[in-house]
C-alpha cells in the first residue's frame, strides 16, 4: 500500500529569474551577469542560477540555506508549482517542465505529495476529510478508510473529527504529514515542514519522519534553514546560498570539509561529536599490535568517546562488521569534535 | 470667447438627440416586448406561486413553517420566538397579507440575486480583467436613481410583479457579487498552493476550497441584498407592486402618519427577522474557526 521511490530526480542547469521580461535576460545570466548586476540594470531577480543536483531515490535530500536562498524556489521546481526560466527537472523519463497542464495533474497527483511550513491544512475539514484531500481530488473509494490508517500512523488517532484549528502546531503538521503520506506518492517535498514547530516537537517530528522512512523508501526532498535538523534527516545535503549552489554531499562531507568560508562559518556551531563517525578519522592500522576494545565504525565520535572513557581505554580500533578500518585514539577524537577554527582563535 | 457662458451643444441638436434615441427605444419595445416579456414570465409565475402559498394557506400553518425555517438556519429558539411574536403582532394590525407579498417578493429577490450573483462573483475572482469590467457597473447599479432605470424597465413591461423584481434585484445584486468576489479572493493562498499541489483541477479548486472558505463572507453579501431589497419596496410599490411599500406611499400623499409608521415598522419586522436569521446562519457556516471544543 505504499510505493517507495524507484526514480532519481535529476535536475539540470536550472535557471529562474522573477521579472515580467526573464527569458530576455537568461543568456546574459549565463554569460556571468551577477544577481546584483541584473536587479540594478533590469529590475529582474535572480532566484536560481545553474542548479545541477541528482536527488536520490529512496533517500532524504536536504536542501538546506537561509531564507532568500532560493530554497523554497527549487522545491517548487520539483511539482511544477513554479516553472523555471530555462533547464529541466527530470523523473522516470519525464520533463516536469515540458508538461502540459494536464500532465502536471497527473503527476502531482500519482507521483508527489507536500507538507508545508504553515501546514495548508483546509480550515474547513476535519482531519479525516483534510488527510483524505489527496484521494478526494482523483476520485478514490477507499479514501477514508486510507485516511485512518494514516492518521494512525501519524499518532493522531481518537482526533478523526476534530479541526485544524482545535490542534496544536506539531498535531497540525502531522495532519499534513498523515495527509502526505496517505497520497501514496513516490516522491515526498516537505518545505521547511518542522521549522514553524518547537525544538521538542521539532525533534519529535524528525523521529517519527526517520521511522517512517525507514519502512516507507521515499525519494523525500526536505528543505530546511537549520543545519542540525538538516545533518539528522539528510542522506545528502545541498547548501543553497543567493540562489546558487555551494556545496553538496553528506553530512561529514559538510561539516568536515566545507566547500568555502560560507560554508565553514556556517558548520562553525554544529555539535561535530554528534555528526562525525569513528571511520571518518580513523588511522591506518599499522603492522603495530591491535588495541583490544573495538568500536563500531558508524558510531558518532561522542557515542565512541564516552565508552572509551567508561572502559579507561586511550585506544580502540574501528570495524565495520568484520572488516576492520583502522585504529582511533582519545587525542585525535578530541580534536576532531574541536572545531579547528575556534582551537585557533582561542590560543 | 465668452468666458461665463459654458459653450453648450445647441439647443437643436439636443432635443434632436433625445428624439433619436427616445424614438430607437420605443422602436425596440415594441418589436421586442412581447419576447422580453416572455422571457420573463417563468419569474413572474415563481413570485405569484409562492405569494399564493402564502396568502392562501392557513395563517396559523404559514406561521409554523416560516418559524420551522427560521430555527433550521438560526438553530436559535430566540430568533425564531422573536419571529413568532412579531409577525402575530404585524398580523393583528391588519398587515398580514402585505407582509406576505412583500416577504415573496424579497424572497424571490433575493434568490435571483444569488442565482445571478455568486457566478459573476467567481468570474470576477478569477480574473482583474472581469473584476475591473464589472465593478464600474456595480458602482452605478448602486448610485443610480432607481426612477432612472425604472423608465426603460415600465416602457417594456408596464406596471407590475415583473418590472418591480428587475427593478429591486438591479439595486440589491451588488452585495452578492462584490463580497462572492472579495471572499473567493481571500482565501489564503498557502491553502491554494496546497490544493494546487495534491493536483486539483480549477474546478476542484473551487468547489473544495476557494467557495467553501468564502461561504462566510458570501452569506454576508446575502444578507445585504436581503436589506438592500428589502429598501427597495417602497419604490417597488410605485410601479405596481403590491405589499407594505404601498399602504406607505398611500401614507405619504395623504398624510395618514399613523399608517406609515405601522407599515414602516411592519419592514423594520421583517428585515431584523431576515437580518438575524441569515447572520447565525452565516456565524454557523464558521463554526470551524472556534479553538477548542
Given amino acids: 500500500m505504499n510505493k517507495a521511490g524507484t526514480h532519481d530526480i535529476e535536475i539540470r542547469d536550472l535557471y529562474k529569474i522573477f521579472g515580467p521580461d526573464a527569458h530576455r535576460h537568461i543568456d546574459a545570466v549565463k554569460g556571468g551577469l551577477t544577481k546584483a548586476e541584473l536587479n540594478d540594470r533590469h529590475n529582474h531577480v535572480l532566484g536560481l542560477q545553474d542548479i545541477n543536483l541528482t536527488i536520490p531515490h529512496g533517500r532524504i535530500t536536504v536542501i538546506m540555506g537561509l531564507s532568500g536562498s532560493g530554497k523554497s524556489t527549487l522545491i517548487r521546481h520539483i511539482n511544477g508549482l513554479i516553472r523555471p526560466t530555462a533547464g529541466q527537472v527530470l523523473y522516470d523519463g519525464l520533463d516536469v517542465v515540458t508538461m502540459t497542464p494536464a500532465q502536471l495533474r497527473g503527476f502531482r497527483r500519482q507521483k508527489t505529495a507536500m507538507v508545508f511550513q504553515k501546514f495548508a491544512l483546509l480550515p474547513h475539514r476535519t482531519v479525516l476529510r483534510n488527510v483524505a484531500y489527496g484521494l478526494d481530488i482523483r476520485g478514490i473509494a477507499a479514501a477514508e478508510e486510507r485516511a485512518r490508517h494514516w492518521i494512525g500512523r501519524v499518532g493522531l488517532e481518537g482526533y478523526e473529527d476534530y479541526y485544524p484549528r482545535q490542534l496544536s502546531g506539531g498535531m497540525q503538521q502531522r495532519v499534513g504529514l498523515a495527509r502526505a503520506l496517505a497520497n501514496d506518492a513516490e516522491i515526498l517535498l516537505m518545505d521547511e515542514a518542522f521549522s514553524a514547530l518547537d525544538p521538542l516537537i521539532r525533534m519529535d517530528m524528525q523521529s517519527i519522519l526517520l521511522e517512517l522512512q525507514q519502512e516507507l523508501r521515499k525519494t523525500i526532498v526536505f528543505i530546511t534553514h537549520d543545519l542540525d535538523e538538516a545533518l539528522r534527516l539528510g542522506d545528502k545535503i545541498a547548501v543553497l546560498r543567493d540562489g546558487a549552489m555551494e556545496q553538496v554531499g553528506n553530512g561529514q562531507d559538510i561539516v568536515l570539509r566545507p566547500a568555502n568560508a560560507y560554508i565553514a562559518e556556517f558548520v562553525r556551531e554544529v555539535n561535530r561529536g554528534r555528526i562525525i563517525e569513528a571511520r571518518t578519522i580513523a588511522a591506518p592500522a599499522t603492522g603495530e599490535r591491535l588495541p583490544e576494545f573495538t568500536v563500531k565504525a558508524r558510531s558518532k565520535l561522542d557515542l565512541v568517546a564516552r565508552r572509551m572513557t567508561k572502559a579507561g581505554v586511550s585506544h580502540a580500533q574501528v570495524r565495520d562488521g568484520e572488516v576492520l578500518v583502522g585504529i582511533i585514539d582519545l587525542p585525535s577524537i578530541l580534536e576532531a569534535m574541536v572545531n579547528p577554527a575556534d582551537a585557533a582563535s582561542d590560543d | ?293
Fill in chain 2, 1 to 293: 470667447m465668452d468666458m461665463f457662458r459654458f459653450p453648450e451643444m445647441s439647443r437643436g441638436n439636443l432635443r434632436a438627440m433625445r428624439q433619436t434615441i427616445d424614438g430607437a427605444f420605443r422602436d425596440f419595445t415594441r418589436a421586442w416586448g412581447d419576447t422580453l416579456e416572455a422571457i420573463f414570465e417563468p419569474l413572474q409565475d415563481l413570485l405569484t406561486l409562492i405569494e399564493n402559498l402564502l396568502l392562501r394557506s392557513p395563517w396559523a400553518l404559514v406561521l409554523v413553517v416560516l418559524a420551522a425555517g427560521i430555527w433550521l438556519l438560526s438553530r436559535s429558539w430566540r430568533i425564531a420566538l422573536g419571529s413568532v411574536l412579531a409577525l402575530l403582532l404585524v398580523g393583528y394590525f391588519g398587515m398580514w397579507e402585505d407582509t406576505m407579498r412583500t416577504i415573496a417578493m424579497v424572497l424571490v429577490c433575493t434568490l435571483i440575486a444569488v442565482v445571478m450573483g455568486i457566478p459573476v462573483g467567481i468570474v470576477m475572482a478569477q480574473s482583474n480583467r472581469a473584476s475591473g469590467l464589472v465593478t464600474p457597473i456595480l458602482d452605478m447599479m448602486q448610485t443610480m436613481p432607481s426612477f432612472v432605470y425604472l423608465i426603460p424597465v415600465v416602457m417594456i413591461f408596464g406596471l407590475g410583479k415583473v418590472p418591480g423584481l428587475i427593478a429591486v434585484v438591479i439595486y440589491a445584486i451588488p452585495p452578492v457579487i462584490r463580497l462572492t468576489n472579495l471572499g473567493i479572493r481571500q482565501v489564503a493562498p498557502d491553502v491554494l498552493e496546497a490544493a494546487e499541489a495534491f493536483g486539483s483541477s480549477g474546478w476542484q479548486k473551487l468547489r473544495d476550497v476557494q467557495l467553501p472558505l468564502a461561504l462566510p463572507t458570501i452569506m454576508a453579501g446575502i444578507n445585504q441584498t436581503i436589506m438592500m431589497s428589502l429598501a427597495m419596496v417602497v419604490v417597488a410599490s410605485m410601479i405596481g407592486v403590491r405589499g407594505l411599500g404601498q399602504p406607505v406611499l398611500q401614507a405619504i400623499n395623504q398624510q395618514y402618519f399613523t399608517m406609515g409608521v405601522m407599515n414602516g415598522l411592519a419592514i423594520v419586522a421583517i428585515a431584523i427577522i431576515m437580518d438575524r436569521t441569515t447572520q447565525a446562519y452565516g456565524k454557523r457556516l464558521q463554526k470551524h474557526t472556534e479553538a477548542g471544543r
